[in-house]
């Protein structure tokens, strides 16, 4: 079992920055990828930005240039910059990784709130 633990989400106002971590703990061999996605109220949730094991990179359209996703020093853990935030980037972020060749696990989410 892998455990996800987010953390840096908050209350920011509209052009400011956040930035959001995550660290996985648990029986891990491997991890592929890890990355964040998010959801809106009334919406499903989406895809931010993703990091390989290689270090390569995906991001959602809505999201780039504004956010950069990047390995910690730290095994298995990730964060995510985020930069001139929107009003409609308010959601739920969820740290998601997969690990051990085939099995995705979450994070309880986190709270991100931009106000206008």
């Known amino acids: 079992q892998v455990q996800l633990v987010e953390s840096g989400g908050g209350l920011v106002q509209a052009g400011e920055s956040l930035r959001l971590s995550c660290a996985a703990s648990g029986i891990i061999f491997s991890i592929n990828a890890m990355g964040w996605y998010r959801q809106a109220p009334g919406k499903q949730r989406e895809l931010v930005a993703l990091?390989?094991?290689?270090?390569?990179?995906n991001y959602a359209d809505s999201m780039k240039g504004r956010v950069t996703i990047s390995r910690g020093n730290a095994k298995a853990t990730v964060h995510l910059e985020m930069n001139n935030l929107k009003p409609e980037d308010t959601a739920v972020y969820y740290c998601y990784c997969l690990a051990n060749g085939k099995y995705g696990y979450w994070g309880q989410g986190t709270q991100v709130t931009v106000s206008s």
């Open positions: 990091i390989s094991s290689s270090g390569s990179t």
